[in-house]
T-cell receptor, first 114, second 116 residues
């Protein structure tokens, strides 16, 4: 597609439920990143995929968080047993190659855990 | 430990005047710096960048200055326009062309408000 697409744009879930957030990067972009932005905070790195390499999961805040990237394209971020502190905007970005710092971001998914 | 710091959470500037957004970094290995702009309900978009071999890069109304000795960079917007009201993020990286796990390190952002 023309840009990075994220769905859903908004998600309200009950505490303890699992959620899945989807990111469809720009076609041909090999690098894909997940970030989150909590209220009043900066961008917090979560996970990074590059081609067929093992993902860099160093930013995932707990083992309740996991992500997959199927076929080097679409990525899904899964949060199990959601907690209120998981409420944030989850942003996905892609870039043509990892050394290209000019990321293209999606509009994000606003997750609210009640 | 924040390697990239934007100490001003917000900044208010009169339309037509100069906006100056500041960013400090601690890692002397950073050699590439970027500014991104973010409107509400949208993802950040790339604005301007600078390599450490330069001390200034200009693109229209936007100029980024880099002071390596002070580990400081700034974004100047002249003249400021209402459409410039947004959150501005500073980001930095270490160029490691052979490192597949390379990534950007981000500041917390500065909210710029342009007053009419």
């Amino acid at each position: 597609g023309a840009g990075v697409s994220q769905s859903p744009s908004n998600k309200v879930t009950e505490k303890g439920k699992d959620v899945e957030l989807r990111c469809d990067p720009i076609s041909g972009h090999t690098a894909l990143y997940w970030y989150r932005q909590s209220l009043g905070q900066g961008l917090e790195f979560l996970i990074y995929f590059q081609g067929n390499s093992a993902p860099d999961k160093s930013g995932l805040p707990s083992d309740r968080f996991s992500a997959e990237r199927t076929g080097g394209s679409v990525s899904t971020l899964t949060i199990q047993r959601t907690q209120q502190e998981d409420s944030a905007v989850y942003l996905c970005a892609s870039s043509l190659i990892p050394q290209n710092e000019r990321y293209t971001f999606g509009s994000g998914t606003r997750l609210t855990v009640v | 430990d924040q390697q990239v710091k934007q100490n001003s959470p917000s900044l208010s500037v009169q339309e037509g005047r100069i906006s100056i957004l500041n960013c400090d970094y601690t890692n002397s290995m950073f050699d590439y710096f970027l500014w991104y702009k973010k409107y509400p309900a949208e993802g950040p978009t790339f604005l301007i960048s600078i390599s450490s071999i330069k001390d200034k890069n200009e693109d229209g109304r936007f100029t980024v200055f880099l002071n390596k000795s002070a580990k400081h960079l700034s974004l100047h917007i002249v003249p400021s326009q209402p459409g410039d009201s947004a959150v501005y993020f500073c980001a930095a990286s270490v160029s490691r062309p052979t490192d597949s796990n390379y990534q950007l390190i981000w500041g917390a952002g500065t909210k710029l408000i342009i007053k009419p």
